[in-house]
């Protein structure tokens, strides 16, 4: 059981990079369907694709703690859940510049019990491109960091078999600003992420140290 609810919290909880589906009704039948040109299909675009990271990205200056401060996602937990988010902080660390790898710890708090979970993101050709690989390859999680000035926000983009989740990072809870706010916002607008599918984090009463009975690691994979 408590597998169970370990591989929930690293899913549920601190990625949020889900799926969500929709269904559509057909009705009336055509008794004479007339034969019609079918249309060239459009080259699929990813929308991570249209995303490029923010320029000459330096993966040393990211590393360090960072506070999540908003959620865009139509992820299906938060749109039930978003209301109930927890604290939630993201440390990256790099062994070695020429290291290919960064190693991320998310701690977070679920059913009043801190939790730390144990991830790597994998660099790739492109700065500021990142995977976060997943049990299969067609389940891996690509990472672009949008924006960024290193010293007080980042904003990256996480998508999962086509759909986008958006994260706003923050060095401290004290420093937002409105224009920052605003800014996310913007970026959400453009991915179809309205007002009605962003969730703000608490601020205050992050974790602190996490006893090794709730760490889930999640490497290479969960």
Known sequence: MAGVWRCM????????????GSSEAVGGA?????????RPKKPKVN????????????????????HLLNTASKCSYLINHGTKVEPTVMTLTRSSAS?????????TRHINQCWEILQVYNLTPTPGRLMLKGARPELNTEIVIGET?????????????????????????????????????QLAAKQ??????????P???????????HV??????C
């Open 9 to 20: 919290l690293a899913v549920m909880v601190l990625m949020c990079v889900c799926l969500w």
């Open 30 to 38: 055509k008794s004479r369907p007339r034969p019609q040109r079918r």
């Open 47 to 66: 929308p991570i694709d249209v995303t490029p990271p923010a320029q000459n990205i330096d993966m040393q200056q990211m590393t360090g703690t960072w």
């Open 99 to 107: 290291d290919q790898t960064l190693s991320v710890s998310s701690k």
């Open 149 to 185: 000035d290193y010293s007080s926000y980042a904003v990256m983009y996480y998508q999962k078999q086509g759909k986008i989740t958006m994260k706003l990072y923050g060095r401290s809870v004290d420093n937002l600003s409105e224009p920052m706010l605003t800014k996310f916002e």
């Open 192 to 201: 179809d992420l309205g007002l009605a599918y962003l969730f703000p984090f």
């Open 203 to 213: 601020t205050y009463s992050h974790c602190g140290d996490v006893d090794q009975d």
């Open 216 to 221: 889930i690691n999640c490497v290479p994979t």
